[in-house]
């Protein structure tokens, strides 16, 4: 062996020697054959499978979860035929039938004319990586979840009804369709506080917001917008289907037992009930500042009772 092939076996053997010493699964694909020319013995540690059992493109698409598979195997073949790096994140399966999580990221040879000829990559094990990732996906949606709901009662908070509010009107513009509102504010909940303490106060908002929410259709929203008031939106909704939820909202209230020091109170509520055919988003604030007035309409009156737009 002369100075050149002894240089050239040495190189051989580096370049092995760290190919197999990385954390990764090092690969190689014949573009023309689809066939692997190089595959690491990490495949064996990572996945289970032997690198003799990985032959061919075939091979790699197959042991892929499902939902993965169409859209990974396309977007690679289309990004090495125009010869551009990339890479990919999918579940592979391993020889024990479960899944862990890859990332191939793909070089692609081509030859003096441009063409691809080889891929060369790693498959790097980020299991561990999505795991957080989806932990912190979930903590982030918790409190997305949490911005939008008042911490007391459960219900939404004033964010998210102004959100739903702000959507379903421009919905209502452009599909002709009406949306009704229901205001409601807790009488005389400022002596009540005063009389049995404001523990016992929360325990009746809290009672309060359960019977609102057992009242409701799922597209409607209760949200608390101040201390004892809260309003109700209902999309696609008659002024009559309004009133008669408010009507029986109003009873279910004067009902509801307040339990606090072995002691049962009750409270009663005053409503406000509109409903509109939005024409413009200028509209929304003078509709609100009418449902309001009748709210406080029924007040005036005598309280425990519903007002609606006549």
Request: proline share 2%; net charge negative.
């Given at each position: 062996?002369d100075?050149?092939?002894?240089?050239?076996?040495?190189?051989?053997?580096?370049?092995?020697?760290?190919l197999?010493?990385?954390?990764?699964?090092?690969?190689?694909?014949?573009?023309?054959?689809?066939?692997?020319?190089?595959?690491?013995?990490?495949?064996?540690?990572?996945?289970?499978?032997?690198?003799?059992?990985?032959?061919?493109?075939?091979?790699?698409?197959?042991?892929?979860?499902?939902?993965?598979?169409?859209?990974?195997?396309d977007?690679?073949?289309?990004?090495?035929?125009?010869?551009?790096?990339?890479?990919?994140?999918?579940?592979?399966?391993?020889?024990?039938?479960?899944?862990?999580w890859?990332?191939?990221?793909?070089?692609?040879?081509?030859?003096?004319?441009?063409?691809?000829?080889?891929?060369?990559?790693?498959?790097?094990?980020i299991?561990?990586r999505?795991?957080?990732?989806?932990?912190l996906?979930?903590?982030?949606q918790?409190?997305?979840?949490?911005?939008?709901?008042?911490s007391?009662?459960?219900?939404?908070?004033r964010?998210?009804?102004?959100?739903?509010?702000?959507?379903?009107?421009?919905l209502?513009?452009?599909?002709?369709?009406?949306?009704?509102?229901?205001?409601?504010?807790?009488?005389?909940?400022?002596?009540?506080n005063?009389?049995?303490?404001?523990?016992?106060?929360?325990?009746?908002?809290?009672?309060?917001?359960?019977?609102?929410?057992?009242?409701?259709?799922?597209?409607?929203?209760?949200?608390?917008?101040?201390?004892?008031?809260?309003?109700?939106v209902?999309?696609?909704?008659?002024?009559?289907?309004?009133?008669?939820?408010?009507?029986?909202?109003?009873?279910?209230?004067?009902?509801?037992?307040?339990?606090?020091?072995?002691?049962?109170?009750?409270?009663?509520?005053?409503?406000?009930?509109?409903?509109?055919?939005?024409?413009?988003?200028?509209?929304?604030?003078?509709?609100?500042?009418?449902?309001?007035?009748?709210?406080?309409?029924?007040?005036?009156?005598?309280?425990?009772?519903?007002?609606?737009?006549?």
């Amino acid at each position: 062996m002369d100075l050149k092939q002894d240089v050239h076996h040495m190189n051989d053997a580096f370049y092995r020697t760290l190919l197999e010493s990385t954390k990764a699964i090092p690969w190689q694909i014949d573009w023309k054959t689809m066939s692997f020319t190089y595959i690491g013995p990490q495949i064996k540690t990572i996945l289970g499978w032997e690198p003799e059992s990985w032959l061919s493109a075939n091979d790699w698409a197959e042991r892929m979860h499902p939902e993965d598979r169409d859209w990974v195997v396309d977007f690679c073949i289309s990004q090495s035929q125009d010869g551009v790096d990339h890479e990919a994140d999918y579940r592979a399966l391993t020889k024990d039938g479960d899944y862990v999580w890859i990332r191939d990221v793909v070089h692609v040879i081509r030859d003096e004319h441009g063409e691809t000829v080889s891929l060369v990559g790693f498959m790097f094990d980020i299991s561990a990586r999505k795991k957080s990732e989806e932990e912190l996906l979930k903590l982030k949606q918790e409190l997305e979840e949490f911005s939008y709901q008042d911490s007391l009662t459960g219900v939404a908070n004033r964010r998210l009804y102004d959100s739903f509010m702000a959507r379903e009107w421009d919905l209502a513009i452009r599909n002709h369709t009406a949306i009704s509102m229901i205001m409601i504010d807790i009488d005389f909940f400022k002596q009540y506080n005063d009389q049995y303490g404001h523990h016992a106060g929360d325990l009746a908002l809290t009672a309060i917001a359960t019977t609102l929410k057992s009242s409701l259709r799922s597209v409607d929203i209760v949200a608390r917008i101040g201390g004892e008031e809260f309003v109700i939106v209902m999309p696609e909704s008659t002024l009559e289907d309004a009133v008669d939820v408010a009507e029986r909202i109003r009873r279910k209230i004067e009902s509801t037992v307040i339990e606090h020091n072995s002691e049962q109170t009750f409270l009663t509520a005053s409503f406000g009930v509109g409903t509109i055919f939005p024409k413009d988003a200028e509209q929304a604030e003078i509709f609100i500042e009418q449902v309001d007035q009748l709210l406080y309409a029924a007040k005036e009156c005598g309280r425990n009772q519903v007002k609606a737009i006549s």
